[in-house]
């Protein structure tokens, strides 16, 4: 079947359309290479780059490649810096999403995947399983809720299938280094790597299941199959075991055998402190097994991290700087520096 998958140049995204075009499915990749890299998409995926933001481009692209199944990976998904950067993730998630889903419709689509977040959850008691209320509490978390809801209500009304799936701190191989606002496992291994302090926020207590990508793929793959049993469901995809950030930041500096200076920060505004999901419907649904523990997931990708070397830190504009955001965004000059792309290697 054809499959388009957007943000196919990211992380996820690159991972999973690459995943489905080795089953032997058609897939078409579209991304605008913001925060993906064009090395991330596999030969045999069609890639064509287009900004989800322009409505018009999207729609002929779409039309273009109409496809029997849409998976929606393309995001700003920076919960922390969202407070700060509230139009350019609102763009790139909730507007990004209705600008491609429309077409997709209007097309046939028989399936919609749509790859939320456990942002939808906010600040409830973890773990937060899929019967609980949507409850956001940053920006970035409203859009994601926005675009569940969204696709409730049209599937209801025009009579699509679609799965919901809320990965969760996922982490690995292709993962961007140089953004400096998400994925603390990158920014960990990126500024050991530069010769750079690692930095906490907070007390470092705040717990997080982190996913490793050859354990969570096989279940983002599960859930683009069009089966009566995946149709209108959520479900949480994503490690079994919390662990502190503290305890994180010790298994990374281990595997790089590091003496990195440790600087403790003031919480970010709005970050939820403990925030990990349920697993047993993934297992049920998805299969979701665990085959590699968070070491061995944190080894495979200092591996990976070391062949491609210290990266430049992204530059990016802060929409709202404000003295409430982490002073280390403002100390690199990122409140003032106009956006710029990942490089576009080849």
């Given at each position: 079947m054809r499959v388009l998958v957007t943000g196919a140049a990211g992380f996820m995204g690159g991972?999973?359309?690459?995943?489905?075009?080795?089953?032997?499915?058609?897939?078409?990749?579209?991304?605008?290479?913001?925060?993906?890299?064009?090395?991330?998409?596999?030969?045999?995926?069609?890639?064509?780059?287009?900004?989800?933001?322009?409505?018009?481009?999207?729609?002929?692209?779409?039309?273009?490649?109409?496809?029997?199944?849409?998976?929606?990976?393309?995001?700003?998904?920076?919960?922390?810096?969202?407070?700060?950067?509230?139009?350019?993730?609102c763009g790139r998630n909730l507007m990004a999403y209705a600008n491609v889903l429309v077409p997709a419709l209007q097309c046939g689509v028989k399936k919609v995947v749509l790859y939320s977040s456990m942002a939808v959850y906010g600040d409830q008691e973890p773990p937060f399983d899929e019967r609980m209320p949507r409850r956001p509490v940053d920006v970035y978390g409203v859009n994601k809720t926005g675009m569940e809801e969204i696709t409730e209500i049209l599937a209801d009304v025009h009579e699509f299938d679609y799965t919901i799936v809320r990965p969760h701190n996922v982490f690995g191989e292709r993962q961007s280094l140089r953004d400096p606002f998400r994925n603390v496992v990158g920014i960990f291994m990126n500024r050991i790597m530069r010769g750079e302090p690692l930095y906490v926020y907070g007390d470092g207590e705040q717990r997080r299941a982190f996913s490793y990508i050859g354990d969570s793929l096989p279940a983002f793959l599960r859930a683009?199959?069009?089966?009566?049993?995946?149709?209108?469901?959520?479900?949480?995809?994503?490690?079994?075991?919390?662990?502190?950030?503290?305890?994180?930041?010790?298994?990374?500096?281990?595997?790089?055998?590091?003496?990195?200076e440790v600087q403790h920060l003031p919480d970010r505004p709005r970050e939820v402190k403990n925030a990990y999901c349920t697993w047993e419907k993934s297992v049920e649904l998805l299969g979701y097994e665990e085959k590699h523990d968070l070491k061995e997931g944190i080894r495979r990708m200092a591996e990976w991290a070391r062949s491609l070397g210290p990266q430049p830190w992204r530059e990016e504009r802060l929409e709202l700087p404000s003295e409430k955001a982490p002073r280390i965004w403002l100390e690199n000059g990122l409140a003032g520096a106009d956006p710029a792309p990942e490089p576009r290697e080849q």
């Open positions: 991972h999973l359309a690459e995943g489905l075009a080795a089953s032997g499915h058609e897939v078409v990749g579209i991304d605008d290479l913001s925060g993906g890299f064009r090395r991330n998409v596999g030969p045999d995926v069609e890639f064509l780059q287009v900004d989800l933001r322009d409505a018009d481009a999207t729609a002929r692209v779409v039309k273009d490649n109409p496809p029997e199944v849409l998976c929606h990976l393309a995001a700003n998904a920076r919960e922390g810096a969202s407070q700060f950067q509230p139009r350019d993730v683009a199959e069009i089966r009566p049993d995946l149709n209108h469901q959520i479900i949480n995809v994503g490690g079994k075991h919390s662990v502190t950030v503290n305890e994180l930041l010790e298994m990374v500096t281990a595997e790089f055998d590091a003496e990195s």
